[in-house]
């Protein structure tokens, strides 16, 4: 089995990689890369790299050991298999040994001893390429089981009688790689020893009460040692087999890990194939979508069929949803928090605080995880400063309209309101009613408003009353309007407020205040009846001599619905000199008491008869 886990999950560009693991959960190890993490190496062995190690070099006098480095139990199936090479010298010595040990991962003596003597109480599989008599050994290089770290065949502690190691071979130290498999099955309590795929122990014993006390806990492992002579010893781990549960490898949803038989073996068939790159070989990829248990079938190279078993317990990361991507309003801010179950959570800054807040745009990614498993979003958050700009305050004249037009930016959504009632159509709006007018711009959920004020400038008054006067030929009749009007345009070209005309028609007027136009138009038409029109001199002489001595209006045949009468007298500077309010009378040529100055005069004349207004202005000459 593999010696680490791998998870992963996507997207892309970033994954979650971790292992979770127990020693109780291994089943098969292959050492392969990092193995040598799991020996303790002791005197002179050295690794060699991969899954072999040099015991002893060519060297006399040297001990060596390699140790797992966590106790096995001999209640539960063990099988190990490994290459041991034991020199190329025929005349070199002295062997190595397989050794179960519960005490210590010490290092025994060297010599005929092979690295194990003195280690106790101990269960020992020795390959010893050297004859010793005082051990009783024989010729060839042979195999035997002993206990107790004692390597003479006729002692007590001998378990079996020593046999040729090889059933083909007297000599393996051959400098070629035999292969080795030691086997123990606790039920049948029954140790069995395979060289090159052939029997060479099957003992039955039980090693728990008959060798350890009762203990089933030991370490396992290798020694080897050379004494007067030497060999190169070396052992190459192929794997080993404790009856121990499932291996179980956690990944997440969507991700995959690489599940490890052991290298070196043929005929690799995975089942179910389901979610396995390649079933066929002895490290597939599996990517399940659901927890499933994969079983291993392969062949060793004695042709017998091994099985492994692995589960792939696959996890989910939390529910994790930042909601649809939004739109922040300018100065507002949006607070992310953990999601319900995720035990850690890694915000788009690295922090993982219960909460974050972001105030800008960009697009935020976001991490969640319920154990090891991660969960992704992205929140893609922009920010709106919709402008509202009214503009200035705007006027026009008492029934007119005034067009106002404000050009959105990219994305804002304008509109006027008179009273919360919508006017005009998007940024632009026609004004013809008083008020304040709102401007409303939006952009998504966030909104501004400015105002203007719509005001009427007043039309100037313009009133002609009546708007009929009645004219006699012979006279002329004054037009002037009541108005505060500033100028005036009279339909003539004439600019004056009031103008004198002297035959019948329609006489228009245009007058203006503030740039704001009033028109108006009076109409003068002749009379039926002039018997009243007025006379008056052109001069007169107040001089005493009773003859022209009064400027008064004198009437022709009289004016019996004569009414309003108004008669004045100004200088030729403007000042009035006389005024009268009843026919009859006159201006004696005299100003606060004394006499006026000779010159020309004006005189002004304004009455009703028969409801007509007249109006008829003239100059005089005051003589002596």
Sequence with gaps: ?????????????????????????????????????????????????????????NLTGQVGTLWYTDLINLNEEVRVEAEIYLGTNDGGADGLAFVLQPLSTGVGTSGGSLGYEGIMPSAIVEFDTYQNG????????????????????????????????????????????HLLSIRWDPVLTRLQVYVDCNLRIDQTIDLTADVFGGDPNVYWGFTGATGGLSNEHRVCIKFYDIDLPTDTVAICDGGSTVLDAPAGFSGYSWSPAFGLDDPTIASPTASPSVSTTYVAAFVDPCGEVFT??????????????????TTLCNGASLLLTTPPGATSVTWPDGSSGASFSINAAGTYPVQASIGLCPSYDTLVVTVANPVADAG????????????????????????????GVPVGSGGSAWLSTPGTYVLLAMEGPCWQQDSLVFSEDPLPLLDF????????????????????????LWEG????PAIQVDMPGLYALIASLNGCIAEASVEVFERDDCSCNPSLPNAFSPNGDGVNDIFRVLFTDGCPNLSGFDFRVFSRWGELVFAGGEPGQGWDGTLRGRPAEL??????????????????????????
């Design 134 to 177: 005082a051990n009783g050994d024989p010729f060839c290089d042979h195999t035997a089981l002993l206990t107790d770290g004692n390597p003479i065949h006729t002692a007590a502690t001998a378990v079996t009688a020593p046999v040729q190691a090889s059933s083909t071979l007297c000599n393996i130290e051959d400098g070629a790689y």
């Design 465 to 488: 009353q009546p708007d009929s006067v009645a004219w006699c030929p012979e006279a002329s009749v004054v037009l002037e309007p009541a108005s505060n009007a500033e100028s005036f």
């Design 599 to 624: 010159g020309s005069y004006v005189y002004q004349l304004r009455y009703t008869n028969n409801g007509q207004l007249q109006l008829q202005q003239g100059n005089l000459t005051l003589v002596r």
């Design 1 to 57: 089995m593999s010696d680490a886990s791998l998870c992963s999950t996507p997207p892309a560009a970033r994954f979650l990689w971790w292992s979770i693991r127990s020693a109780v959960l291994l089943l098969l190890l292959v050492f392969a890369g990092g193995v040598q993490a799991q020996f303790t190496l002791g005197g002179a062995t050295t690794a060699l790299g991969g899954d072999c190690y040099r015991l002893t070099p």
């Design 308 to 325: 492994d078993t692995f589960h792939v317990e696959v996890g989910s990361g939390p529910e994790l949803d930042l909601g649809p991507d």
């Design 392 to 419: 200035m305050d705007v006027s026009a004249c008492t029934g007119d309209s005034v067009f106002v037009e404000v050009l959105p930016d990219p994305g804002v959504l304008l509109g006027w309101s008179l009273d």
């Design 493 to 496: 070209g004439q600019t004056s």
